[in-house]
DNA sequence: GACACTGGCGCG
DNA sequence: AAAGCGCGCCAGTGTC
């Protein structure tokens, strides 16, 4: 089968016109170096059986809006580029000049109105995808890196279905907590005023740092990474001061108003729903971003998070299944270190972190602050955590111990699973000499292992990197072997959520179960599922 | 008015 | 000199 470049042009973005509401326009098709056309006549807008295009996932969903039919197979240079060289520019302009050395007009300097000139450049773009293609065909093949690039093509017609489905969320909520957080912001704002006599500007760091430092000489305990005396949380928290603690507390509400109360409505279409754009290559690590609105942020732990979440609904009738990876990124690190401690603890379904705090503080019965010291030590491993960066985090919890104590747990963590540091001198050692990692479907990150930090980022890497694939994997499957009526609404890392009929759910829930603990990766340790059938987000 | 940067903070 | 990993979005500020 032949292949033919293909770049679909559509309306300007800017104001409401995002990428999901972008109107197609025109189609070029590049079949060889020298063969190419472009249309703007619907009539002429014949999709070949075989195409190639720069962020498919744009194309295709233009296509499939336009009511046009897809090609029966397609490739990506978006996608191959990102795999080829995480670090670099993606821009189908920048890969010109790199790989073909040429030199293209820049969007900008074409006069859209200028028919002839427009036309050139959009056949322009479909040749140069073209192009493109023939050498990275060839290295995704060398670098061995077909395994990631099938699972990154495959999984695009699974986004198109979960944003163009979105989740539902319920106004009026929304509204109602909308209210209630901008009064209470204004009575945070009452104390603070009251507490610093008088009206000082809290949302300005520059205002807030000359009244704090300058003014009432507190004694600013961090820097910016600048440089500049910081107003932050941490620095806020260790002034131990009820303006500070008032500041704190009005940043919360500014912080929902700003971000989400006033914002989510304007990302609901008419239904109420709200339609995410995923980017499934948005990391360096194979993580998916989000963004208009980013729905992995939304706040979720605090009081007024799952307020917040509680406002994205089931309609009525129906259900949400909210499933998530329980300790997925441990699971991996059990997999990878092989450590028998960590596998046995997974595969007898014992509670991980309370293992871990039998085991550093050498006792049967253990307390509810130990197990929490823990359970930062198991998640600080795969940040490469420090002596210094537990104490901070467990100050910023408010628990007591010293950095000598922290120095101590640290130890006694390596030394109880011995494999972890194993196989962490084993990424540093593999990504000094070869100059990247892998993750479990090949998907790669360059470094070179000369610093700290980068040692720090292979190790995350492999794991996190390793969690997402997982995660990508079960979003494929669930696409392919759900029901048709129930749908993928939303992935957010290690949680995907599920919209489907009342009457289903339960048998949704069992099949959801089945397919996200089972795949193909020969793990060492089981994956675990926990999932909650619920009316809304934040439900238990 | 558009754009870039900074500090800050939400999530996993 | 020291830094725990990966993101996107906000308001304020500074610049052209």
Redesign the pocket.
């Known amino acids: 089968m032949n292949i033919t470049g293909l770049d679909v042009e559509t309306t300007e973005f800017g104001g409401n016109i995002t990428s999901r509401n972008a109107k197609m326009e025109g189609l070029a098709l590049a079949y060889s170096k020298d063969l190419t056309e472009y249309h703007t006549d619907p009539s002429k807008w014949i999709i070949p059986e075989y195409i190639v295009a720069h962020h498919a996932k744009f194309d295709l969903l233009k296509l499939k809006q336009t009511g046009l039919n897809l090609p029966i197979k397609f490739e990506d240079t978006l996608i191959a580029a990102h795999l080829i060289d995480e670090n670099d520019g993606h821009g189908l302009k920048h890969l010109a000049r790199k790989y073909l050395g040429v030199q293209p007009k820049n969007y900008k300097e074409v006069d859209r109105t200028d028919v002839e000139a427009f036309s050139e450049y959009a056949k322009t773009d479909a040749k140069y995808t073209y192009l493109l293609w023939t050498k990275f065909q060839k290295e995704l093949k060398s670098q061995d890196l077909n395994r990631v690039y099938e699972l990154e093509k495959k999984i695009i017609p699974v986004f198109h279905d979960m944003e163009d489905y979105g989740m539902m969320v319920d106004l009026q909520s929304l509204e109602e907590l909308g209210k209630y957080v901008s009064e209470q912001r204004l009575e945070k704002q009452r104390k603070v005023w009251e507490l610093a006599g008088e009206e000082i500007?809290i949302?300005?760091?520059?205002?807030?740092?000359e009244f704090l430092y300058d003014r009432l000489k507190f004694r600013c305990k961090k820097l910016?990474?600048?440089?500049?005396l910081?107003?932050?949380?941490?620095?806020?928290l260790a002034l131990n001061h009820p303006l500070a603690n008032a500041i704190?507390d009005y940043?919360?509400f500014?912080?929902?108003e700003?971000?989400f109360t006033?914002?989510l409505p304007l990302h609901l279409d008419e239904n109420n729903r709200i339609h995410t754009d995923y980017?499934p290559l948005?990391?360096?690590?194979g993580?998916c971003?989000?963004?208009?609105?980013?729905l992995?942020?939304?706040?979720?732990?605090?009081e007024l998070?799952k307020k917040l979440r509680s406002c994205f609904v089931a309609p009525e009738g129906k259900k949400l299944i909210v499933a998530?990876f329980s300790m997925?990124e441990l699971r991996v690190l059990a997999h990878y270190s092989n450590d028998p401690l960590l596998l046995n603890s997974f595969k007898r379904g014992d509670d991980l972190h309370e293992t871990t705090a039998k085991l550093i503080f050498n006792r049967s019965k253990i307390s509810k602050e130990e197990r929490f010291i823990s359970k930062?030590?198991n998640?600080?491993?795969?940040?490469?955590?420090?002596p210094?960066?537990?104490h901070?985090?467990l100050q910023g919890e408010k628990v007591k111990i010293s950095i000598y104590d922290c120095i101590n747990f640290i130890n006694r963590y390596f030394n109880t699973y011995k494999k972890v540091k194993d196989f962490l001198d084993t990424v540093s050692t593999a990504v000094r000499s070869r100059g990247y990692v892998r993750s479990i479907t090949g998907r790669r990150r360059h470094l070179t292992g000369e610093?700290?930090?980068e040692l720090?980022?292979a190790a995350?890497?492999t794991i996190?990197g390793t969690s997402a694939d997982i995660t990508k994997i079960s979003l494929l499957n669930l696409h392919k072997e759900l029901p048709k009526d129930a749908h993928l609404i939303g992935v957010?890392?290690?949680?995907v959520i599920i919209e489907c009929s009342e009457e289903m759910a339960e048998s949704v829930k069992t099949l959801t179960i089945e397919i996200m603990e089972n795949n193909d990766f020969d793990l060492r340790v089981p994956m675990k599922v926990d999932i909650k059938v619920v009316d809304n987000w934040s439900e238990k």
């Not at 948005?282 to 690590?285: A, E, H, K, R, S």
């Not at 971003?289 to 980013?294: D, G, Y």
């Not at 957010?492 to 949680?495: F, S, W």
Request: glycine letters at 8%; zero cysteines; charged letters at 30%.
């Open positions: 500007f949302d300005s760091t520059k205002v807030l740092k910016t990474k600048k440089g500049n910081s107003t932050d949380n941490e620095a806020l704190l940043r919360e500014t912080k929902m700003n971000s006033n914002k980017n948005g990391t360096v690590t993580r971003s989000s963004r208009s609105p980013n992995q942020q939304t706040s979720s732990h605090s998070g998530d997925q930062l030590i998640f600080g491993v795969i940040y490469g955590i420090s210094d960066g537990l901070k985090r610093t700290k930090r720090r980022q995350n890497f996190q957010v890392h290690d949680e």
